[in-house]
């Protein structure tokens, strides 16, 4: 594998950490959040410059159905990702607290939260729809698995999937997204691991979801890609 590929990998598996921690905020302090987020920020700018030859071909070539989808999805993760920066930099009580900014504290909640639900939605989405092209990446790095373990694996990711979707009620996660809810509930004597491994599933229900999603669209209109 080129040492780019290996760099390409690294970033994605610490933006996919990052977004998984950033979800816990005061769980895992509040200052540390605010830098996590400036952290997914850099990631954000390095994962776009390795991927640049993605950006540069945005204009050529043919739209399938499958390359508007994902083109669509990447929109929405570049949406809320910049909802959840630029809120978050009128947030700030200790990373940024030196910025002269005074006001849109409200809007900037409600901005925050929605981008935050959002965009770990469309995030994990993104990833399913690359999920075949990840796992062809890590195939060069482990042997081909045999059918009856192709099949074992699907079960399991059906479970963790059946799981997220139970958790994603139990969290509250549709009622944040909507914005039914005003405020976050975090239940400060919880293991910060149960809440993560809770969103890890949500976020393999999303995933398996992307993944389908892409293959259903391929099938229906015989795309190529
Ligand atoms: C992708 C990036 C980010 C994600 C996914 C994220 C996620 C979250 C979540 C889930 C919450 C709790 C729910 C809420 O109150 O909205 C939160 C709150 C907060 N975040 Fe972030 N965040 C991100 C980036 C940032 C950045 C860059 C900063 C500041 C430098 C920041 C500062 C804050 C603050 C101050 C709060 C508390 C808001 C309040 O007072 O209610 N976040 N964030």
Known sequence: MRPRAKVKIAVDISMTIALLLLMTYEMVGQAAHEWIGIGMLLLFVLHHILNGKWSKNLLKGKYTSVRLMQTLLVICVLLSMLGSMISGVILSRHALSFLPIHSGRAFARTLHMISAYWGFVFMSLHLGFHWSMMMGMAGKLVKKPSGVRKWLLRAIAILIAGYGMYAFMK??????????????????????ALFMLDYMTIAALFVCAGHYMRQLVRRKKGDEK
């Open 171 to 192: 969290r509250d996660v549709g009622s944040y997204m909507l914005l039914r809810s005003q405020f976050v509930f975090f239940d400060f004597e919880e293991p910060i």
